[in-house]
């Protein structure tokens, strides 16, 4: 789990030039209960989600690496929460892109659980093969959210593209005469075949990574 979070977040706060009672305003606290907060080791989630809600901000942006490296688990029905996250394994990109759109499909061959740490509906897909070590490694779990459009999209990240042929983790490089170039991590594994933007059906950003 992220150690020192509140400290963190206090950090974060100083990196954007924002005071504590700013911050405070923006999550609708107090300046005390803030003050309390930056003491933790560690936030529950309700607070992770007035944080990200009240600065706009994904849980990734605030804790960066130290969020992708906790090993928390997705539960199934933890407490009132309602179900938020469908479980999409990579490796059956089959069902999954065929049943896109259709919620009564997803429902019988995708598990929807309840995931307290992102405040609204994600995906987690399953990582499967070599091609991003060593930054994603087999079995651990991408979550994400879709982005609206191509533009939203950044040199150098790394995202789930939903193809017609597939689901794939690639770092983005760039669009080019109708084509998204991806590339690999591992060096094994490049050059990577461009991809037509009529083949893209949905792209997701990384909102964090569950560790094995």
Same mark, same amino acid.
């Given at each position: 789990?992220?150690?020192?979070?509140?400290?963190k977040f206090q950090k974060k706060l100083a990196e954007l030039n924002m005071s504590a009672t700013e911050a405070a305003n923006r999550i609708d606290i107090s300046r005390d209960t803030i003050?309390?907060?930056?003491? !933790?080791?560690?936030?529950?989630?309700?607070?992770?989600?007035?944080? $990200?809600?009240?600065?706009?901000?994904?849980?990734?942006?605030?804790?960066?690496?130290?969020?992708?490296?906790?090993? #928390?688990? %997705?539960?199934?029905?933890?407490?009132?929460?309602? %179900?938020?996250?469908?479980?999409? %394994?990579?490796?059956? =990109?089959?069902? &999954?892109?065929?049943?896109?759109? /259709?919620?009564?499909?997803?429902?019988?061959?995708?598990?929807? #659980?309840?995931?307290? &740490?992102?405040?609204?509906?994600?995906?987690?897909?399953?990582?499967?093969?070599?091609?991003?070590? $060593?930054?994603?490694? %087999?079995?651990?779990?991408?979550?994400?959210?879709?982005?609206?459009?191509?533009?939203?999209?950044? !040199?150098?990240?790394?995202?789930?593209? =939903? $193809?017609?042929?597939?689901?794939?983790? !690639?770092?983005?490089?760039?669009?080019? /005469?109708?084509?998204?170039?991806?590339?690999?991590?591992?060096? /094994?594994?490049?050059?990577?075949?461009?991809?037509?933007? !009529?083949?893209?059906?949905? +792209?997701?950003?990384?909102?964090? +990574?569950?560790?094995?």
């Amino acid at each position: 789990m992220i150690d020192y979070q509140g400290e963190k977040f206090q950090k974060k706060l100083a990196e954007l030039n924002m005071s504590a009672t700013e911050a405070a305003n923006r999550i609708d606290i107090s300046r005390d209960t803030i003050h309390k907060w930056f003491k !933790k080791d560690r936030l529950d989630y309700k607070q992770v989600v007035r944080i $990200t809600k009240g600065l706009g901000m994904s849980e990734d942006e605030i804790w960066g690496d130290d969020l992708s490296k906790s090993n #928390v688990k %997705p539960a199934r029905f933890l407490g009132d929460g309602k %179900p938020n996250m469908w479980v999409v %394994p990579i490796k059956a =990109q089959g069902g &999954f892109l065929e049943g896109y759109g /259709d919620n009564v499909l997803m429902a019988q061959n995708i598990e929807k #659980v309840y995931f307290p &740490f992102i405040g609204h509906e994600c995906f987690a897909f399953e990582i499967d093969g070599l091609s991003m070590l $060593t930054e994603y490694v %087999p079995g651990e779990y991408f979550v994400g959210t879709p982005i609206e459009n191509f533009n939203h999209l950044v !040199k150098g990240r790394v995202y789930v593209f =939903q $193809t017609i042929e597939g689901i794939i983790l !690639k770092e983005f490089v760039k669009i080019e /005469d109708d084509f998204i170039y991806l590339r690999s991590q591992n060096d /094994d594994f490049n050059p990577v075949k461009p991809i037509h933007l !009529k083949e893209v059906k949905r +792209v997701y950003q990384r909102e964090m +990574v569950i560790k094995n």
